[in-house]
């Protein structure tokens, strides 16, 4: 069986400070990783995404996440958080099955930026 | 227009009425889905159309009823809901199938439908 454990439910921090957001999963099968952010009334955005090849992945607005497959671990970072990164962000694994890809999402993990 | 559209944006109704949500994808993609996103509760996966078959069907009730005429439209349609089932609901398209065998694509999703069942 897959799940996904986003342990922080909000993570309050201060502008231009640096941020984590963990994720742990579980997984019988080999999965892809991806990380969704969701702003106010608006629906799930792709951030990242691992697939293969560098356990390194960046997104364009400067959040990275590292693929750590002995802690089954996908924490998503930003070395200096904006106003704007204020959101809802999901971790989510993926494996495909003969004719869909199956995904599991986490409960999410609320980014409050105080100015 | 691109992406994926979901009409209407909001939608407030009765328990015996009859109503549908639309969703519309721009993408090419040969996969729907139907999500359901509750306060406090993970993101719940309903149904799934890949070319156009329903492939999934996670216990739903059958007051929610998919529709997949093509591989760009997908339809749920709602009857005698529960005050519980108000949440968002969510649509999205991915590339699942690619030259005949599994592909692995993010989801990509609408801005969701906010249903209110009063």
């Known amino acids: 069986a897959q799940s996904v454990t986003q342990l922080d439910s909000q993570v309050p921090v201060f502008e231009e400070a640096p941020v984590e957001l963990r994720c742990n999963y579980s997984?019988?099968?080999?999965?892809?990783l991806f990380w969704y952010v969701q702003y106010p009334n608006q629906g799930l955005q792709l951030l990242l995404k691992?697939?293969?090849?560098?356990?390194l992945v960046e997104s364009i607005n400067g959040f990275e996440a590292e693929f750590n497959k002995s802690q089954t671990s996908f924490h998503l970072r930003k070395p200096s958080v904006h106003i704007s990164d204020t959101a809802e962000y999901f971790c989510?694994?993926?494996?495909?099955?003969?004719?869909?890809?199956?995904?599991?999402f986490g409960s999410g993990t609320k980014l409050n930026v105080k100015p | 227009e691109t992406g994926v559209t979901q009409t209407p944006r909001h939608l407030v109704m009765g328990m015996t009425n009859k109503k549908s949500l639309k969703c519309e994808q721009h993408?090419?993609?040969?996969?729907m889905y139907w999500y359901k996103q509750s306060a406090k509760k993970p993101l719940e996966l309903m149904f799934v159309?890949?070319?156009?078959?329903?492939?999934e069907n996670n216990s739903v009730p059958s007051r929610f009823s998919p529709e997949c005429p093509n591989s760009s439209h997908l339809f749920l349609h709602l009857h005698t809901l529960q005050p519980e089932d108000s949440a968002l609901y969510l649509c999205?398209?991915?590339?699942?199938?690619?030259?005949?065998?599994?592909?692995?694509?993010?989801?990509?999703f609408g801005n969701g439908t906010r249903l209110t069942v009063t």
């Open positions: 989510a694994v993926s494996f495909s099955l003969y004719n869909f890809n199956k995904f599991y």
């Open positions: 999205a398209s991915s590339q699942d199938i690619l030259g005949g065998s599994s592909y692995n694509s993010p989801l990509h």
């Open positions: 691992y697939l293969s090849g560098s356990t």
């Open positions: 159309y890949s070319l156009e078959e329903r492939v």
């Open positions: 993408l090419g993609h040969n996969a």
């Open positions: 997984s019988s099968v080999s999965v892809y």
